[in-house]
Structures are given as C-alpha cells and as structure tokens.
C-alpha cells in the first residue's frame, strides 16, 4: 500500500530540471509532497487534491493524474538549496487524514 | 510563533525501560501524529489522533502508546515490547480534515532514540 517514487535518487546540475514520481495502486483523496535535509524534520511543499484543487509554495509545481493515480513533482531550473529527500504521502478518504509515505527519492543539486 | 516541539532531541534507553517522547504544538490544530524513520527510510506511521481524547493505530503501533488529554499534546510511549526501538520520532499535526480539505501536516524537529 505504501505508494512507490521514482528515481530513487537524482543528481543535478545547478539549473537544471527533474521530475520525482509518485504512484499508487488505490484511489487517492489528496497526495502531499514533503523535502527533508539531512537530519531535520520534513518540510511541507505541496497538496494536490483529487479534483484539481492544489496549495503550495509558489516556486514548487506538481501535477495529480487521478485516472493513473499518480503525482509528478517538477523541480525547475534547480538552486543548490533544493537538495534533500523528497517524500510523497498519500491519502486516501476512507482512512480519514491518515498519510501513507514513499519511500523518498534523494535529489543532489551539485554547483 | 507558533509551532510544533519535540523533548528531547536526543535520548538514550537501556533495554527493558519505558521512554517517554514529548510532543506539543501551539498551532490549534486538531489532529496530531506520530512517525518513525529508520536511517535511509521514509516516514511510518505510528499513531495518530484527530481529536482530543481519541487516537487511532498507525501501521507500527506494536510496542508504542500514547495518549490524547489535551489537545496541544500528544505523548508517545515506547514501551520494552518495542524490540528495535532506535530510531527518529518525528512528531507532526495538522488543522483536521473537518476544518480544512487542505490537510498538511507540520513537523516537529524530532527527537533521536538510542537503546543502549
């Protein structure tokens, strides 16, 4: 059930762009996107909701494709300070606000 | 400011101990959660609760316990049943899917476990 992310990791050069995928094989109510620094705690970057609805930073797009259920993240014209893991977090309504998370996909952004 | 806080950020157990993670948050958020990561590993849910005086097991509950009396704090428990405790808790709430469509949660800086 834990939904599955690809690339597992990615190395960027400064400026340049990638994608981070997010699959899972339940219908999904939302799915939240999260970076994490090496030792600090997740940081919220993205909710895409199931109907098109979506909050988030306004550097940071994502898509949500309900049909396939799956979510892409695109990291554009990356900076140095995007560099960390990145998780995924399902939900689905019947479990109430209960995320199930990826398993991350680590991204290095070199100078 | 307000915010989520976890004590203390390190701690260190003897097997055989009941340790105690603290959790408290001044958001007025509703619901609140606890996670365990392992080195290289995503995020595993471990209780959660949308409500005070009420909480749901997670997907690792086995050797965990909390509770919910306030609304600003949600304790965790790791009990001498967990068998491989040492991990990183993270603590995380949120505003409560009854008050917010958007859900997202916000992490506390986590605290980091060793059984010595």
């Known amino acids: 059930q834990q939904p599955v992310q690809s690339p597992q990791a990615v190395i960027l050069r400064e400026g340049e762009d990638a994608v981070i995928n997010c699959s899972s094989s339940?219908?999904?109510?939302?799915v939240h996107w999260y970076r994490q620094k090496h030792g600090e705690a997740p940081v919220f970057l993205m909710i895409?909701?199931?109907?098109?609805e979506q909050k988030g930073h306004e550097k940071i797009s994502a898509s949500f494709n309900e049909k396939k259920q799956q979510s892409s993240l695109y990291l554009t014209a990356s900076q140095l300070s995007y560099s960390g893991t990145y998780f995924c977090?399902?939900?689905?309504?019947?479990?109430?606000?209960?995320?199930?998370f990826g398993g991350g996909t680590r991204v290095l952004v070199k100078p | 400011d307000g915010g989520i806080t976890q004590s203390p950020k390190y701690l260190f157990r003897k097997e055989g101990q009941n340790v105690t993670l603290s959790c408290e948050q001044n958001l007025n958020h509703d619901a609140m959660y606890w996670y365990r990561q392992d080195p290289g590993q995503g995020l595993r849910l471990i209780y959660y609760?949308?409500?005070?005086?009420?909480?749901q097991k997670g997907d690792i509950a086995e050797g965990y316990s909390v509770s919910r009396e306030k609304k600003e704090s949600f304790p965790l428990t790791v009990t001498s049943a967990q068998k491989n405790p040492t991990a990183f808790y993270l603590c995380?709430?949120?505003?409560?899917?009854?008050?917010?469509?958007?859900?997202?949660?916000?992490f506390g800086p986590g605290t980091r476990l060793t059984v010595l």
């Open positions: 609760s949308q409500i005070v005086n009420d909480f």
């Open positions: 977090g399902t939900e689905k309504r019947a479990a109430g606000n209960k995320l199930t």
């Open positions: 339940k219908a999904l109510y939302s």
């Open positions: 895409l909701l199931k109907g098109g």
């Open positions: 995380a709430s949120s505003i409560g899917p009854k008050r917010s469509s958007y859900n997202e949660q916000f």
